[in-house]
């Protein structure tokens, strides 16, 4: 199993630009999150999905869009993107309740210039 | 609201034991976590601990938990310089939410 997934490691993005975060796993889990981490902080919850066709807002949801087609895939978008979006954002994955272990992806370096 | 708040930086010399604090202020807490992150990758699980629980003991990892002051500690018995890492503490609460700490940078110098 590779696990979570998540492409493209480093980016950087143009204010407005937009753009879209992979993330994928393959150990068939229900929930699937994503979390940014800003310099010196903790993970922030954006979004969250207990399955396919269903997602929820988490703590810091504003200038993101998620979707779940599939169990697999859990894509990030980012429309207009802003400076106070640089971060590192993280996708974590889990197997059935929300209190199970979640399994994180590597990370995605975002900056916004 | 919720908050979980962790001292930014600890130095410990190899062999040593490291004790990283975790305080929280959610009572409805169910489940508390340890998360280790190296450089460049995602969190690692370390351990959990049930809220009903005082310790849990995992090879070199032991977590006590103090409900009554809201405190969390990891100790990491005979440190190593692989050791070395942002370690994190976390609740997660009857909203079923997982609430992060800021993460204390562990440095165990040889």
């Known amino acids: 199993n590779a696990g979570v997934t998540q492409t493209p490691k480093f980016r950087i993005l143009k204010i407005g630009q937009s753009m879209t975060l992979q993330c994928t796993q393959d150990?068939?889990?229900?929930?699937m999150y994503w979390y940014r981490q800003d310099p010196g902080m903790g993970l922030k919850l954006i979004y969250y999905?207990?399955?396919?066709?269903?997602?929820d807002k988490g703590e810091v949801p504003n200038g993101y869009n998620v979707s779940r087609s599939t169990t697999e895939d859990f894509p990030l978008r980012l429309e207009l993107a802003a400076p106070s979006q640089t971060s590192v954002y993280f996708c974590?994955?889990?197997?059935?309740?929300?209190?199970?272990?979640?399994?994180f992806g590597p990370g995605t370096r975002l900056t916004v210039l | 609201g919720e908050d979980v708040e962790q001292s930014l930086f600890l130095s410990v010399r190899e062999g040593d034991s490291s004790v990283i604090n975790c305080t929280y202020t959610?009572?409805?807490?169910?489940?508390l976590y340890w998360y280790k992150q190296e450089p460049g990758a995602g969190l690692q699980l370390l351990t959990y601990?049930?809220?009903?629980?005082d310790m849990k003991q995992d090879q070199r990892l032991t977590v006590l938990l103090n409900k009554k002051d809201k405190h969390l500690s990891l100790r990491i018995a005979d440190t190593q310089t692989g050791d070395s890492a942002i370690y994190f503490c976390a609740e997660i609460n009857a909203g079923n939410m997982l609430t992060f700490g800021g993460g204390t940078r562990l440095m165990v110098k040889p």
């Open positions: 601990i049930f809220s009903n629980m």
């Open positions: 959610d009572s409805s807490s169910t489940y």
């Open positions: 999905s207990v399955g396919a066709g269903i997602t």
């Open positions: 974590a994955s889990s197997p059935a309740t929300r209190t199970d272990t979640q399994y």
């Open positions: 150990m068939n889990h229900n929930y």
